[in-house]
């Protein structure tokens, strides 16, 4: 019929996106490409260290070109699914939305930044539904510390060395794999913006035990984080100040402007 044969415009829209986010997430993943290959280069002469971090990064982007190729049903289940949980489409909404999705889908950090009541974490967490991963809420304020997000050991008589460790958000989120969304990342403290720094660079934490000796625990390859900063009129560029360049170029900025402008 005449209806049936009109082209689908959201389909069309996405087409385009998905060009758009590719871009920008090989863009994203060779910044990383490049500052890995100068760490290697500094720690291992040889560059079997860099082979292996070209082999992976090669790999991704590889997985996310093939997926560009793919015909629109997934995208389709996907939009219909988002709509059914109240996720309300437009053209801006819906490239935020496929920019976060393939983020999420390829482990890439994302930083979303806006003003409160913008759906970033309702975006967040319907991607999560859609995709099958489990997501780690967790609000950051300045009385934040690390130990909050790793956890702590308290008394336990019936274990053996009558101790228990408690694990925290970020330790849960980073050692089995599942997505942590840290809200509110730019009240988090100098030290805990630097503990999340450290921890996707060097994809390790390293925790003190009770017998005071460092304990080295390897990221999940499904590790993934999401931070929010909410941004009223007038502030973006002074709460960007309060992260610092080296601390967001770790991540995929995704921008949710006012529903007024």
Known sequence: ?????????STEIFKENKTKITSEISDKMSQKIAY??????????????????RYKIDDLLNR??????KNDQEYK?????AEDMSFIFTEGSEERFNKLYYCIKF????????PTGTSKTLSSRIVCQILHRELIYFNLSPK?????????????????????QKDGPFFTAFTQG?????????????????????????????????????????????????AIQKITKGQSDLLKQSLSLKF??????????????
């Open 178 to 226: 599942k997505v942590i969304l840290l809200d509110e990342i730019n009240l988090a403290s100098p030290s805990v913006l630097q503990f999340i720094e450290n921890a996707l660079e060097n994809e390790i934490l390293s925790i003190e035990t009770p017998e005071k000796s460092l304990k080295f625990v390897k990221m999940h390859p499904n590790f993934q984080i999401i």
């Open 1 to 9: 019929s005449i209806i049936d044969s009109r082209p689908d415009i």
């Open 36 to 53: 890995m290959k100068k760490e290697a280069d500094k720690s291992d002469p040889e560059m079997t260290t860099n082979d292996q971090t």
């Open 107 to 114: 482990g890439i950090p994302v930083l979303l930044e806006g």
């Open 144 to 164: 934040t510390t690390i130990h909050d997000l790793l956890g702590h050991y308290d008394g336990d008589k019936n274990s053996l060395a009558e101790i228990n």
């Open 64 to 69: 996310i070109h093939d997926d560009i190729k």
């Open 248 to 261: 967001i170029s770790k991540f995929l900025t995704i921008s949710y402007p006012a529903f007024t402008e």
């Open 77 to 81: 289940c996907n939009r219909k699914k």
